[in-house]
């Protein structure tokens, strides 16, 4: 079975995890990437290599496209959320994550401050099915 996965932000972690997908003889492809100024999305799948040729010389791919329109449209299973977010307020990742939550996807994050903010803000939904950190 293939797994479908996007990744929100593309500093060293966000590269990590795509070369290690890149590197690795895993039934994974990338359908959405974004950093904080482009995008890219295809259902059937991207290619790293490029992605992160591009990256090198600044955007990942589309200005046009938003972290947010890789989370609402692209078709992935699981987001990997490495976005730079305030610890605080948990955003931009709050906001990536509900929806992704909201579209019924799996979340892997780096980021802290939106955990501490999602289980406080939603233990009432249904949301939860599983969570580990």
Do not use: Q
């Not at 593309?10 to 795509?18: A, C, D, P, T, W």
């Amino acid at each position: 079975m293939t797994i479908r996965v996007a990744v929100l932000g593309l500093g060293s972690v966000g590269k990590g995890v795509l070369g290690m997908i890149a590197r690795k003889d895993l039934d994974i492809i990338v359908t959405g990437v974004a950093d904080s100024k482009s995008g890219l999305i295809d259902p059937f799948g991207l290619d790293i290599g490029a992605v992160l040729l591009a990256k090198k010389t600044g955007l990942c791919g589309n200005p046009s496209i938003s972290a947010n329109e890789v989370v609402s449209r692209a078709e992935y299973d699981i987001l990997v959320e490495v976005t730079p977010t305030d610890a605080g307020n948990g955003e931009p990742a709050l906001s990536y994550m509900k929806l992704a939550i909201e579209r019924g996807k799996h979340i892997v994050t780096s980021n802290k401050g939106p955990i501490t903010r999602l289980v406080t803000d939603l233990p009432e939904t249904n949301s939860w099915h599983y969570m580990a950190y």
